[in-house]
């Protein structure tokens, strides 16, 4: 896309102050900022004080992720091509919230939705990591939703019975195959004309079914290992991938997800990064109330009518005491 301004693309990637990024017509332009906005960056002093535009200007350098949306003209050589702005984002996926705070760090930007993609059987589904990684979209005010694969090893109403919980919390729950071919083409319906976050654990289809869906494309989608995730801090930079197709589309590998550290998360707040919790939580007695022992607890009162599922509720619980003694227990 271009206007009377210059080239619209979207970051793809980057590596040591160079930046990929993807054109409409699906050029990749291998760019650096532009002078003037990486000048920005040291907040310079203008008579005694920082200047506001330059001030921003530095937030949004030091800030540049994947998925951002950048105006490319050419640099002050006019030879090449170099990022001259940054538009404004939609949405963002970072480690910390709220939004904005100190020290965020950005790891996708303008997502539309986090696709967590767990197997019906090997391996075995985790339900606690599944309930972590959608209190990770709740957080970021991502709307999220769940494929379920591999339904070919299992009996399909089974798998459907397990995931009940979560299209009740208001997660779409996806069964599919990457082998079978079950739910590939609602799959690629949902993933298309969006920028979808794509992670889940390791072996579960991920690379699978993208390569089925978008032939050509050759995605190895990042792992979320059990090495990983014992707190080792590895900074794996995310990746963005144009889907081919009329309906267009990225989708977005993120393997530093995986340390979205949820303990950067105020323990106050998790009760509303479960939707059901969220819709009773304000009936308790007290507003501070953590709806474990407290008298006249309104979340424990909808386990036991079965409105929250017990699962969802004793993840809510194990995440909140983790998040309480700060200690993160991937
Ligand atoms: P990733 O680590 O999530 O990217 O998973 P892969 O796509 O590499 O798949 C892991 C293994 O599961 C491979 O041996 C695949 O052939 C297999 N696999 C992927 N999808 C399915 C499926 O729908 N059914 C079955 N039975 N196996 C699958
Ligand atoms: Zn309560």
Redesign the pocket.
Known sequence: MTDDEGLIGTVARGTGGVWHVVTADGTVHEVSMRGRLKKADVGRRVGGTIRRDTAAAARDVLKLAVGDRVRLEPDERGSTLAIAEILPRTSRLARRAPAGARGERVLAANVDQVVL?F?AA?PEPHPRMLDRFLVIAEANDLPARIVV?????VDLAEAEARFAAYPRAGYPVHL?????G?GMEELRRVLGGRTSVLT??????????I?ALFPGLDL??G?ISASVNKGRHTTVGASLHALPGAAGGFVVDTPGLREVGMWELPVESLDRCFPEIRAVRDQCRFADCRHGVEPDCAVRAAVARGDVDVARYESYLKLSEELASEKPVW
Do not use: I, M
């Open positions: 993609v197997a090997r694969n591999k339904v070919d090893l599919t195959s990457a082998k079978r079950d889940g654990p390791s072996g579960t289809g991920k690379s699978s079914l390569n190895r989608v792992e």
